[in-house]
């Protein structure tokens, strides 16, 4: 009897008896899918929780939270299939040798994968760290699976394959809590250098976020064609750097102004000579 003769006959002789026999395994492998399911997100938030308790960085609660509620579903799904009756040990073979086979189509999938596990361990930034890759930067907002999220700073998303992040240098401009915010100003020739460096001096000893250790250096930079260059280099915590840097760009300009401070631009001399006919 060959194969579609055994199922006429299984299905017009013996359908309802071998269905109520299939029954009870199948309504409890779907509780078991159920019930283990809502467990496993289940243990996702607790383990969220116990992260969030640890001061473990939010950027990667989401890649541990997954990965551990696909172990769990995982090993739920084959003990769904063991109360189907299904033999694990021939399904376990058949899934190894699929894996092997998807293994080579995904393999972009995997390095990244393995490149978002190798950011968690050596953790070259955190969340709210502001980054640089190439010609993008933003505040990273989560590092997942296959990718890490960066916001712009003005509100833009970019998604980023986590083995770009892995195989080109970043730039972190946050990892250290104070940075060296550098200015240069120009004065022209007929100014007084020393007014001028006092000048830049009094303004960042008067503003709060300039820090005093290490002390601002201000001192001549160059010798410019139109203008000497004076460096003005001070340091405040990375949170200040932008809110500084726009401060003193004002105060600098209004304090120069208020001194008699000439702030040069590039001009050309153009001299006619006339000739007669």
Not at 108 to 136: M, R, T
């Amino acid at each position: 009897m060959n194969l579609l003769e055994q199922l006429k006959t299984w299905t017009s002789e013996n359908f309802w008896d071998k269905l109520l026999g299939f029954l009870p395994n199948l309504l409890g492998a779907i509780i078991t899918l159920a019930v283990g399911f809502w467990l496993a997100k289940l243990a996702g938030n607790l383990l969220v929780k116990g992260l969030t308790a640890k001061n473990v960085d939010p950027a990667v609660h989401p890649f541990i939270r997954n990965v551990v509620e696909l172990v769990i579903k995982f090993g739920i799904v084959l003990s769904a299939l063991s109360t189907l009756g299904i033999n694990l040990s021939s399904f376990i073979t058949a899934l190894g040798a699929a894996g092997v086979t998807a293994g080579i189509g995904l393999k972009d999938s995997i390095s990244q994968f393995a490149s978002g596990l190798q950011i968690l361990i050596s953790k070259p930034f955190k969340s709210g760290d502001f980054i640089e890759l190439e010609s993008v930067s933003g505040k990273v907002s989560e590092i997942g699976f296959m990718n890490t999220t960066l916001n712009t700073i003005d509100n833009k998303r970019i998604i980023i394959p986590n083995s770009h992040l892995t195989t080109n240098n970043i730039i972190n401009y946050t990892a250290e809590n104070k940075r060296r915010l550098d200015l240069t100003y120009s004065i022209s020739y007929g100014d007084d250098i020393s007014l001028a460096k006092r000048v830049l001096n009094e303004i960042v000893t008067d503003n709060a976020m300039v820090l005093n250790d290490p002390a601002p250096v201000i001192g001549v930079k160059a010798h410019d064609a139109h203008a000497i260059e004076i460096a003005c280099l001070v340091w405040c915590r990375s949170d200040d750097y932008w809110t500084l840097f726009y401060e003193l760009q004002e105060t600098v300009k209004l304090k120069f102004d208020e001194n008699g401070i000439t702030i040069p631009y590039e001009q050309l001399d153009v001299h006619v000579v006339s000739r007669d006919a």
